[in-house]
């Protein structure tokens, strides 16, 4: 069920969408052959020592890039998490700000303009030279300087307001000063610091097309190896300025299909699944050798509408500028069934744009839900002008012309698909007729850069601090990252004010407001919340730390945690070795699935490279 970004912006702020083609299945084919003939390691990764300690993750999310400066999907986050540090990472219980990062306390002053930071002492890049507060304020200044949409809005640097500076006075020290009151450094600004002996002399775009393998980073491991589409390694960092990983290796292995990666998980071949669809994940429970795990919701499933403005070629459905029209389609879907049905029950459903894990979720009282209601969705309509006046069962719009909206999905997203079949259905029998568009990423793509909808179902996987999710219902970020170009004075405004507050409390009840605001304007319609759902073998390792604690992500979530703290199941063989690898039985699974599933993985808006967006 993985869709698979971490759109933890740029993902999750963030989003371009990708899928593993087949052909690049076919073409890893003869290789895996190959390594199961001569005893090779799989699909292309180095053999290691028969001594070391190897983990081998499963996932459906590919490594787009080892480049810092073109991450795209969760793959390229959970590289970042391992390879380099942040000022403040998340906090495994709480997302909120945590110490496992560079900063070790700050000092605000000036109003909540100028922050103090401290740097941990000591550190060491992964090729043995010092790490200092240079590092952070070269890395910080070359995003503003060089206008950087991926990372810049995470240190405030916002059109209308002057970029903030960044200065390094000792080693030890970092000086942030903004031209208006910030909490930035505490959102966390999620932005990877870099090595300034490394990329200080590089132009933009020769920073983009670092291949930086090996990479030089201050994380717990170093990334080693890259192959798209098959598989990346990461390596224990010798340097490592925090607790030593009991793993010396970790190797991701990028599958086509679930039933592929189920296989693999069955036979020991990978250590555990990330991103499994609901059937696939509960035919799991009951072997003795596994354990299912379904972690909190990281992503949310959403209808958006087009408001017009995206482009010279968008021409939306007017009726979906009347609220009231909104407030009847959201009346005419029933989102719980969308939860039973199509996650079978994995799953909650939606109601704001922050996830149930962050700590600034809101969620309506009981009794202000907007549940399904079609007799008020008809009542709506009927009082809005839609009438039927030829009893063909479908409403006329004003001018006459049959009120349809023309919809897309993205073809790699089974379960988004169903949802939009399903709300189809429903907006049917309340005299809406929906045009259902079923493509591939790259035309969603262009469609909703071009503004060529009325609505579609896709998706985000915000971060725990709700400002960039919030920013993208407001004005300047139409043609950027909007969903449709929504535009509210009243919205941008609550966004501005939330932005300069300081005062955690105060700015916590402005965003929940901000929520409410949203949902109550049915801006775009949340319809569920996924769980993540993964499986494990519980005889090779033990010591996962789910983030956020108790019930979040095993990996591929929100840290190093759980590469940090795993350590062998006494008696288990965990070496890299040639019996280990790919086996005939899985590519032919990989083979199959693909002849079933057509598709792969869909990549969620959260961070994906928006610098050719403005």
């Given at each position: 069920?993985?869709?698979?970004?971490?759109?933890?912006?740029?993902?999750?702020?963030?989003?371009?969408?990708?899928?593993?083609?087949?052909?690049?299945?076919?073409?890893?084919?003869?290789?895996?052959?190959?390594?199961?003939e001569?005893?090779?390691?799989?699909?292309?990764?180095?053999?290691?020592?028969?001594?070391?300690?190897?983990?081998?993750?499963?996932?459906l999310?590919?490594?787009?890039?080892?480049?810092?400066?073109?991450?795209?999907?969760?793959?390229?986050?959970?590289?970042?998490?391992?390879?380099?540090?942040?000022?403040?990472?998340?906090?495994?219980?709480?997302?909120?700000?945590?110490?496992?990062?560079?900063?070790?306390?700050y000092?605000?002053?000036?109003g909540?303009?100028?922050?103090?930071?401290?740097?941990?002492?000591?550190?060491?890049?992964?090729?043995?030279?010092?790490?200092?507060?240079?590092?952070l304020?070269?890395?910080?200044?070359f995003?503003?300087?060089?206008?950087?949409?991926?990372?810049?809005?995470?240190?405030?640097?916002?059109r209308?307001?002057e970029?903030?500076?960044?200065?390094?006075?000792?080693?030890?020290?970092?000086?942030?000063?903004?031209?208006?009151?910030?909490?930035?450094?505490?959102?966390?600004?999620?932005?990877?610091?870099?090595p300034?002996?490394?990329?200080?002399?590089?132009?933009?775009?020769?920073?983009?097309?670092?291949?930086?393998?090996?990479?030089?980073?201050?994380?717990?491991?170093?990334?080693t190896?890259?192959?798209?589409?098959?598989?990346?390694?990461?390596?224990?960092?010798?340097?490592?300025?925090?607790?030593?990983?009991?793993?010396?290796r970790?190797?991701?292995?990028?599958?086509?299909?679930?039933?592929a990666?189920?296989?693999?998980?069955?036979?020991?071949?990978?250590?555990?699944?990330?991103?499994?669809?609901?059937n696939l994940?509960?035919?799991?429970?009951?072997d003795?050798?596994?354990?299912?795990?379904?972690?909190?919701?990281?992503?949310?499933t959403?209808f958006?509408?087009?408001?017009?403005?995206?482009?010279?070629?968008?021409?939306?459905?007017?009726?979906?500028?009347?609220?009231?029209?909104?407030?009847?389609?959201?009346?005419?879907?029933?989102r719980?069934?969308?939860?039973?049905?199509?996650?079978?029950?994995?799953?909650t459903?939606?109601?704001?744009?922050?996830?149930?894990?962050?700590?600034?979720?809101?969620?309506?009282?009981?009794?202000?839900?907007?549940?399904?209601?079609?007799?008020?969705?008809q009542?709506?309509?009927?009082?809005?002008?839609?009438?039927?006046?030829?009893?063909?069962?479908?409403?006329?719009m004003?001018?006459?012309?049959?009120?349809?909206?023309?919809?897309?999905?993205?073809?790699?997203?089974?379960?988004?698909?169903?949802?939009?079949?399903?709300?189809?259905?429903?907006?049917e029998?309340?005299?809406?007729?929906?045009?259902?568009?079923?493509?591939?990423?790259?035309?969603?793509?262009?469609?909703?850069?071009?503004?060529?909808?009325?609505?579609?179902?896709?998706?985000?996987?915000?971060?725990?601090?709700?400002?960039?999710?919030?920013?993208?219902?407001?004005?300047?970020?139409?043609?950027?990252?909007?969903?449709?170009c929504?535009?509210d004075?009243?919205?941008?405004?609550?966004?501005?004010?939330?932005?300069?507050?300081?005062?955690?409390?105060?700015?916590?009840?402005?965003?929940?407001?901000?929520?409410?605001y949203?949902?109550?304007?049915?801006?775009?319609?949340?319809?569920?919340y996924?769980?993540?759902?993964?499986?494990?073998?519980?005889?090779?390792f033990?010591?996962?730390?789910?983030?956020?604690?108790?019930?979040?992500?095993?990996?591929m979530g929100w840290?190093?945690?759980?590469?940090?703290?795993?350590?062998?199941?006494?008696g288990?063989?965990?070496?890299?070795?040639?019996?280990?690898?790919?086996?005939?039985?899985?590519?032919?699974?990989?083979?199959?699935?693909?002849?079933?599933?057509?598709?792969?993985?869909?990549?969620?808006?959260?961070?994906?490279?928006?610098?050719?967006?403005?």
């Amino acid at each position: 069920m993985d869709r698979s970004l971490r759109n933890r912006r740029f993902g999750g702020r963030f989003g371009v969408v990708t899928a593993l083609v087949l052909a690049a299945m076919v073409t890893a084919l003869p290789m895996a052959a190959l390594a199961q003939e001569d005893g090779a390691s799989p699909a292309g990764t180095s053999a290691a020592p028969d001594d070391e300690i190897v983990f081998r993750v499963g996932t459906l999310t590919n490594l787009d890039s080892p480049s810092v400066f073109t991450a795209g999907g969760c793959g390229c986050y959970e590289m970042l998490f391992l390879t380099y540090d942040m000022l403040f990472n998340f906090d495994p219980v709480t997302l909120e700000p945590g110490d496992l990062g560079l900063a070790t306390d700050y000092e605000v002053r000036d109003g909540g303009r100028t922050w103090e930071i401290t740097i941990r002492d000591g550190v060491r890049w992964s090729d043995g030279e010092p790490l200092t507060a240079a590092d952070l304020a070269f890395t910080y200044s070359f995003i503003v300087e060089q206008d950087i949409n991926l990372y810049k809005a995470y240190l405030g640097a916002v059109r209308g307001v002057e970029p903030p500076t960044f200065e390094a006075p000792d080693d030890t020290t970092l000086i942030w000063r903004a031209s208006e009151p910030t909490r930035a450094p505490l959102t966390p600004p999620w932005i990877p610091i870099l090595p300034e002996h490394i990329y200080g002399d590089m132009t933009l775009e020769e920073a983009r097309s670092f291949e930086n393998v090996p990479a030089v980073g201050s994380g717990p491991f170093v990334l080693t190896e890259w192959e798209s589409d098959q598989f990346w390694t990461v390596e224990r960092n010798e340097q490592y300025w925090g607790t030593t990983p009991t793993i010396d290796r970790v190797e991701f292995r990028v599958y086509s299909n679930e039933e592929a990666m189920v296989t693999a998980l069955k036979s020991g071949e990978i250590d555990i699944a990330d991103g499994l669809n609901p059937n696939l994940w509960r035919s799991l429970e009951g072997d003795e050798n596994i354990t299912i795990h379904e972690g909190t919701a990281g992503y949310f499933t959403n209808f958006a509408f087009n408001f017009g403005g995206q482009s010279e070629k968008a021409d939306p459905n007017p009726a979906l500028e009347d609220a009231d029209v909104r407030l009847a389609i959201a009346h005419a879907i029933d989102r719980q069934v969308l939860v039973d049905n199509v996650l079978l029950g994995t799953g909650t459903v939606g109601t704001s744009v922050t996830l149930p894990l962050s700590p600034y979720h809101w969620d309506p009282e009981p009794g202000e839900e907007i549940g399904f209601d079609p007799a008020e969705a008809q009542r709506l309509l009927d009082t809005a002008g839609y009438d039927d006046t030829d009893g063909d069962g479908i409403r006329e719009m004003p001018d006459g012309e049959p009120f349809e909206l023309d919809t897309f999905v993205q073809s790699s997203d089974p379960a988004a698909v169903k949802s939009l079949r399903l709300i189809a259905g429903w907006l049917e029998d309340v005299g809406v007729l929906v045009n259902v568009d079923v493509v591939g990423g790259g035309e969603a793509g262009t469609r909703w850069g071009n503004g060529d909808f009325d609505a579609y179902v896709w998706g985000w996987g915000p971060e725990p601090d709700p400002d960039f999710i919030l920013s993208v219902f407001t004005t300047d970020m139409c043609g950027v990252w909007s969903d449709g170009c929504y535009s509210d004075p009243a919205f941008d405004r609550m966004y501005e004010e939330q932005r300069v507050e300081t005062d955690v409390e105060a700015r916590k009840q402005m965003t929940l407001d901000m929520q409410r605001y949203l949902y109550e304007d049915n801006a775009e319609l949340v319809l569920y919340y996924y769980n993540q759902l993964q499986a494990y073998r519980n005889d090779r390792f033990e010591g996962y730390v789910p983030a956020p604690q108790p019930e979040g992500f095993l990996v591929m979530g929100w840290g190093p945690y759980s590469y940090i703290n795993l350590k062998p199941v006494e008696g288990a063989s965990t070496a890299s070795t040639g019996s280990s690898g790919v086996s005939g039985a899985v590519w032919i699974a990989v083979v199959a699935g693909a002849l079933v599933i057509a598709g792969a993985v869909l990549v969620l808006r959260r961070r994906g490279n928006a610098d050719d967006r403005e």
